[in-house]
Structures are given as C-alpha cells and as structure tokens.
C-alpha cells in the first residue's frame, strides 16, 4: 500500500511539473514570436482563457501514452518518440481550444516555437533524471576490477551503463568489436578499442581483470577461442544473458554471469518457420509425454508460445508433472493446463486419458533412457519403450491423433545397447503406422542433450562441487551435444514438415570428446585438471559405445528447407516378418525372460551388436561393486 501511495505522489509530482513546463512553453513562444516587451494582448488573453483546459488535456493525453509510467532513468529511443508525439499532439488541441473560443489561429512560428521549447523544457528534466543515474558519482573502490566489454552494440551499451552506476562491481575501461565501422568511436564515455583479434594486446595494456562478453547470441565457435585466451592470461570472463531474459530489456548486475559450458557448445540460433509450425500447433490440444523430464519440459515451454487450445502434461513421475504444470500456469496463466499422471503400460487408464482429453498433435519424449540401467534389466526397457509405445500409438490411431512426434537417439543407429535397439524399435513401428493407417508419424533423431537429469554434464558439476575426482569411462569417448532449447526448437519443426513414418536426422554439429569437456568445465571452475581436481578412467559400463552415430554408411539423407534438418532415407524392415517376432519380444518382457528378449532384438534388429558376449544382469557381481554412474556419456 506504501509502495502504492509513493508511485502515485510520484506521478502527481511529475504531472504539477509539466503543468509549468508546458505552459511556461506557451509563454516563451508567444513572447520570442512577437520580440516586443509585452506579449500583444490579443494573443495573450484568449490563451489566458483556455490555459488551465488545454493544460490538462495535455496532461491526460501524456497519461494516456504512458509518459507517466515509464522509467526514464533507463530512458531510450522509444521513449523518446511517445514524448515527442504527445507534444506534438498537444499543439493539435491547442489550435483547437483557440478556434473553439473563437479566436483566430497564432501564427505558425509559435506552434513550432511552442513544440520546440516544450520538448526542451518538459523532455529536458526527464534528461537530467537519466544522466543523474548514468553520471552520479560514486567512490570507486580500488579493488574494483577492470572489465573490458566485447560487443559494442545494444547489449554492451547496457552493461556499460550499469557498471557505470555500479563501479563497486567493477570499472569499465572500453569495448571491442569486430564492426571496423565502429573502431576508434566514442560510445558514452568508453571508446572501442579494437577487434576481438587484439584481445591479448588489449588485456594487457590496459590491466584488465575481467572480460564481459556482451554478444548474448555468439555461437561457441565464436565464444571458445577468446574464453581460451582469458584463461590463458589468467583474467576471468563473464557473460550476459540473452537479451529476452533480461528483466525489463535492462541489464542488472546480478544477472551478469560466469562463461558456461553451454556458452562455449552453443551454436548459431537456429531458425525455425513460426508461421508453419503454428499451423499444426495453434488452438489444437497437444500431449507431451514425458512432460516432466528435460526434453519434454522444454517441448511444453515453447509449445505453450504458440497458443493452443490446451496443454496435457502427463508423466508417471507426479512431483516431475507438479513443477512443470506450476512453472507452465505461471508463464501462460490464459493456457488450460492438464496435468496427468499415468503409466504408459496401463493401456485401460491411457485409453481413458486420450478419450477425456483428445489431443491432436502428441510430442512421445517419455521413455526409460539410462542406458546401463536398461542394460541390467532388459525386460524394464521393453515393456515401457516397446509394449508401452506399441499399445500407446494403438490408441492415438483409434483416437484419430492427427500427428505423432516420436523422440529417438542417435544410439538407436548400429545400437549396441537394449535401451539403443528399444528406440531403433519404436522407429519401425511408427513408421508400420504410418504405411498401414496413414498415421502422421514422425521420428526425430539428436545426441545428447547438455544438462539432462544424469546425464555427464550435472554428474561432472557435482564431482567438482565435491573436490573431486571427474570420473570419464574412456579418453577417446566422443559425444554428440545440443543445448535442449536448440533440439525441442528443431524437434517442433520437424514435426510440422513430417508426411508420415518420416525419420529426420538433426544436424548435431561436430562430436565432442568429453575429455575435452571436462577439463574446459574445470577451467572455467577456476580449477586446474591434474592439480586441483583429478580425472579418473572408470572403464566402458554396459552397453556403451566410444562414439555415437546419427546414420549408419548405408544410409542417406535428403535435405529439408531447414539446414539443421535432415530426412533418413533408409528401408523400412517387411511388417510381415516383424510384427509377430515383436508379439514374441512383448510376451519375452512380461515374462522377464532375459535370453529370450537379447535374442529376439537381435532378429528384429539385425544391426544390432552387443559390445561383448558377456550377459549382464543385476547380480553380475562388477555391477554391484564398482558402482558408476546413471547414463552413458
């Protein structure tokens, strides 16, 4: 309430100025107009009788264009154009309360007098609050670091504001660009001193403590080389947000962040047709599976942007579908949300699922996917990936889904692991759907998603967190990596390019060795590999591959209007010969018959290859003492 009452004698305060300044305005051009010792009472005295109306009209008429309600310590270029039109708005009424008191019009050198004093007079002291705040004088602490800004454009100029305001925080001391246009140019009080190819020279001449990256959309390739040289010279790098996630379009300084991992593996913003993927997404109801987990929390992120008539979150796990179902009636309070928590296997509550809320389009990211824990109990991964997905896609024909995104892996190609062959598996059958009842099935193909719940990134975060060491399985293991906004983004589209039984392939950039993670995730931990955390080689767990594959040598691909996604070309096994062998697989999981179910994934997937011979199971005696992690990395 206190807040309230201060905001409102704020604005009143700033309505009785601009009362004064306005007409203060009037009687500065009348008078510099006729350049006499008094203003002629013929115009004097009409606008003595309309004064106290025109003023206020001019005042509602800045409410109503919200000059009130902006925040002119951070004022720009927008702000600047409404001012401006309700000044000139304001000499529209003045010439209309003068004909309405049946006085002729001034002459027009006072209506452009009027506008030009006005704008000085009432735009001037909205300045003076912004260089108060931009300018004030603060002591600057000689702790204080050094901080040079890389990226001279919208979001440089932020930070160098608030550092500005905030010298405790650190001391600006110019810009690099690699804009030539820009070089040598002053930017408020800073100057832009070169090109990120003179980083070092500029660290070193002008002892700088930290580098701010002010370029939020820089690809890592961009990003790692200069991060590279910052620790080489041992001064700390920062970053910003994404412009869309400062709050208010402003940069606050707590928002100023240490360089990620994820920074240095992101790529270029992938570009994506809104315009084709609301099409299939607005005012339809759409299902994520899975809801709860990294990919298909992030599907219900973006999917909500594109207003469809409703949104079901289902997933098994309910404290999952609790966070996502609060985050999602947060962000999108007008989007019906519906949360279900269900077991996929159980096709009686599905079936009463699908018929209470009919969804249209359905996004199938749940699945079990920790690869050595499917490995020692197969017969877990085939009744939720196989029976589950099989009895699931039954009933999304019956219901007649209009399209079915199917979320595979890359260790579906050449699997060596069950969890791998399972999701090859749901691959045949959608694509068995499509061919046999024209069902819009579409299965799309990535890696390894950064930050997924136990996958090597958080493990890596929390060795560190514990001093160590980083276990890693293999030095030669490679990995593909995408940051899951880009993959639910490219996941979204494919899905709106998909005919039927369509595999498209997402391009995954070049693999990573996660040696080469970890010792850049200790590096940017401030740590030494070696020194101050060790790297310990755990060896292969069960079902792990060195290196992943998105397409096998035989396969080929087809290109879409989309660079970043490609189409599998690649035959489709004969039904006849696989459905019963998938009947026998189903029953092999229900029975917990372990042989029976390696040996029939090997008949239903003949590409499939066992790293060894060797059986596991959840008494294999090096499983239950040498421990290891969740998922393959």
Same mark, same amino acid.
């Given at each position: 309430?206190?807040?309230?009452?201060?905001?409102?004698?704020?604005?009143?305060?700033?309505?009785?100025?601009?009362?004064?300044?306005?007409?203060?305005?009037?009687?500065?051009?009348?008078?510099?107009?006729?350049?006499?010792?008094?203003?002629?009472?013929?115009?004097?005295?009409?606008?003595?009788?309309?004064?106290?109306?025109?003023?206020? !009209?001019?005042?509602?008429?800045?409410?109503?264009?919200?000059?009130?309600?902006?925040?002119?310590?951070?004022?720009?270029?927008?702000?600047?154009?409404?001012?401006?039109? /309700?000044? #000139?708005?304001?000499?529209?009424?003045?010439?209309?309360?003068?004909?309405?008191?049946?006085?002729?019009?001034?002459?027009?050198?006072?209506?452009?007098?009027?506008?030009?004093?006005?704008?000085?007079? @009432?735009?001037?002291?909205?300045?003076?609050?912004?260089?108060?705040?931009?300018?004030?004088?603060?002591?600057?602490?000689?702790?204080?670091?050094?901080?040079?800004?890389?990226?001279?454009?919208?979001?440089?100029?932020?930070?160098?504001?608030?550092?500005?305001?905030?010298?405790?925080?650190?001391?600006? @001391?110019?810009?690099?660009?690699?804009?030539?246009?820009?070089?040598?140019?002053?930017?408020?009080?800073?100057?832009?001193?070169?090109?990120?190819?003179?980083?070092?020279?500029?660290?070193?001449?002008?002892?700088?403590?930290?580098?701010?990256?002010?370029?939020?959309?820089? /690809?890592?390739?961009?990003?790692?080389?200069?991060?590279?040289?910052?620790?080489?010279?041992?001064?700390?790098?920062?970053?910003?947000?994404?412009?869309?996630?400062?709050?208010?379009?402003?940069? #606050?300084?707590?928002?100023? *962040?240490?360089?990620?991992?994820?920074?240095?593996?992101?790529?270029?913003?992938?570009?994506?047709?809104?315009?084709?993927?609301?099409?299939?997404?607005?005012?339809?109801?759409?299902?994520?599976?899975?809801?709860?987990?990294?990919?298909?929390?992030?599907?219900?992120?973006?999917?909500?942007?594109?207003?469809?008539?409703?949104?079901?979150?289902?997933?098994?796990?309910?404290? /999952?579908?609790?966070?996502?179902?609060?985050?999602? $009636?947060?962000?999108?309070?007008?989007?019906?949300?519906?949360?279900?928590?269900?077991?996929? $296997?159980?096709?009686?509550?599905?079936?009463?699922?699908?018929?209470?809320?009919?969804?249209?389009?359905?996004?199938?990211?749940?699945?079990?996917?920790?690869?050595?824990?499917?490995?020692?109990?197969?017969?877990?991964?085939?009744?939720?990936?196989?029976?589950?997905?099989?009895?699931?896609?039954?009933?999304?024909?019956?219901?007649?889904?209009?399209?079915?995104?199917?979320?595979?892996?890359?260790?579906?190609?050449?699997?060596?692991?069950?969890?791998? !062959?399972?999701?090859?598996?749901?691959?045949? #059958?959608?694509?068995?759907?499509?061919?046999?009842?024209?069902?819009?099935?579409?299965? @799309? *193909?990535?890696?390894?998603?950064?930050?997924?719940?136990?996958?090597?990134?958080?493990?890596?975060?929390?060795?560190?967190?514990?001093?160590?060491?980083?276990?890693?399985?293999?030095?030669?293991?490679? $990995?593909?990596?995408?940051?899951?906004?880009?993959?639910?983004?490219?996941?979204?589209?494919?899905?709106?390019?998909?005919?039927?039984?369509?595999?498209?392939?997402?391009?995954?950039?070049?693999?990573?060795?996660?040696?080469?993670?970890?010792?850049?995730?200790?590096?940017?931990?401030?740590?030494?590999?070696?020194?101050?955390?060790?790297?310990?080689? !755990?060896?292969?767990?069960?079902?792990?591959?060195?290196?992943?594959?998105?397409? !096998?040598?035989?396969?080929?691909?087809?290109?879409?209007?989309?660079? $970043?996604?490609?189409?599998? @070309?690649?035959?489709?096994?004969?039904?006849?010969?696989?459905?019963?062998?998938?009947?026998?697989?189903?029953?092999?999981?229900? #029975?917990?018959?372990?042989?029976?179910?390696?040996?029939?994934?090997?008949?239903?997937?003949?590409?499939?290859?066992?790293?060894?011979?060797?059986?596991? /199971?959840?008494?294999?005696?090096?499983?239950?003492?040498?421990?290891?992690?969740?998922?393959?990395?």
């Amino acid at each position: 309430m206190k807040r309230r009452l201060r905001l409102y004698l704020k604005i009143a305060f700033a309505m009785l100025i601009d009362a004064i300044m306005i007409n203060a305005s009037v009687y500065m051009a009348l008078y510099l107009r006729f350049d006499v010792p008094y203003i002629p009472a013929q115009y004097l005295h009409p606008y003595q009788h309309i004064a106290i109306y025109f003023t206020l !009209t001019t005042i509602l008429l800045m409410w109503f264009t919200r000059v009130y309600h902006r925040m002119w310590q951070y004022a720009g270029p927008r702000d600047a154009q409404v001012l401006i039109g /309700s000044i #000139l708005g304001s000499t529209v009424f003045l010439d209309g309360y003068l004909l309405l008191d049946g006085v002729a019009h001034y002459p027009r050198g006072v209506y452009l007098l009027y506008v030009l004093f006005a704008l000085a007079l @009432v735009g001037g002291w909205r300045f003076l609050i912004r260089s108060y705040y931009d300018f004030t004088w603060v002591p600057r602490s000689k702790a204080a670091p050094r901080v040079l800004i890389v990226g001279a454009g919208k979001a440089g100029q932020l930070v160098a504001q608030e550092l500005s305001r905030h010298p405790e925080v650190g001391i600006a @001391v110019g810009f690099l660009d690699d804009d030539v246009a820009k070089h040598g140019m002053q930017i408020g009080s800073l100057k832009v001193l070169g090109t990120t190819k003179t980083l070092a020279h500029v660290i070193h001449d002008y002892h700088v403590d930290q580098v701010l990256f002010a370029i939020p959309s820089a /690809s890592g390739k961009i990003l790692r080389p200069l991060v590279d040289q910052c620790r080489d010279l041992n001064v700390k790098a920062r970053m910003l947000p994404a412009l869309n996630q400062m709050i208010g379009g402003q940069v #606050l300084v707590n928002q100023i *962040r240490d360089v990620q991992i994820e920074d240095l593996l992101q790529r270029e913003p992938a570009i994506v047709d809104l315009g084709e993927i609301a099409s299939y997404l607005t005012n339809k109801t759409v299902m994520v599976t899975g809801a709860g987990g990294t990919i298909g929390s992030e599907l219900c992120r973006q999917v909500a942007q594109f207003t469809p008539r409703a949104l079901v979150l289902l997933g098994l796990d309910e404290t /999952s579908i609790f966070d996502i179902e609060q985050e999602m $009636r947060n962000k999108f309070p007008n989007l019906p949300i519906i949360p279900v928590v269900a077991d996929l $296997r159980d096709q009686g509550r599905m079936q009463q699922v699908m018929q209470q809320t009919r969804p249209q389009v359905v996004f199938h990211a749940a699945a079990h996917k920790h690869v050595p824990l499917m490995e020692i109990q197969p017969p877990e991964a085939i009744r939720n990936n196989v029976e589950g997905l099989w009895g699931f896609l039954d009933i999304c024909q019956k219901m007649h889904v209009e399209r079915f995104v199917f979320i595979s892996t890359d260790k579906a190609v050449n699997p060596t692991s069950v969890y791998g !062959t399972t999701k090859r598996i749901g691959e045949i #059958l959608g694509s068995f759907y499509a061919k046999r009842y024209g069902m819009r099935f579409v299965t @799309v *193909r990535f890696g390894n998603v950064l930050g997924s719940r136990g996958s090597v990134l958080p493990t890596f975060q929390r060795q560190i967190a514990q001093g160590g060491p980083l276990t890693i399985t293999h030095p030669d293991m490679v $990995r593909y990596f995408m940051t899951v906004a880009e993959a639910c983004q490219l996941v979204i589209q494919a899905g709106a390019m998909g005919e039927g039984g369509d595999t498209f392939v997402l391009d995954m950039g070049e693999p990573l060795r996660i040696m080469d993670l970890a010792t850049n995730l200790i590096r940017l931990s401030g740590l030494r590999p070696g020194i101050d955390i060790d790297i310990v080689f !755990t060896g292969l767990r069960p079902g792990e591959k060195l290196y992943e594959e998105l397409l !096998t040598p035989e396969d080929q691909t087809k290109a879409t209007k989309n660079s $970043r996604i490609f189409i599998h @070309v690649g035959e489709t096994p004969d039904p006849e010969r696989v459905l019963p062998l998938l009947s026998e697989l189903v029953e092999a999981g229900r #029975l917990a018959d372990e042989p029976r179910i390696r040996k029939l994934l090997k008949e239903i997937v003949p590409e499939y290859q066992p790293q060894s011979d060797n059986v596991y /199971s959840l008494t294999t005696p090096e499983l239950l003492t040498t421990g290891g992690h969740a998922r393959a990395h």
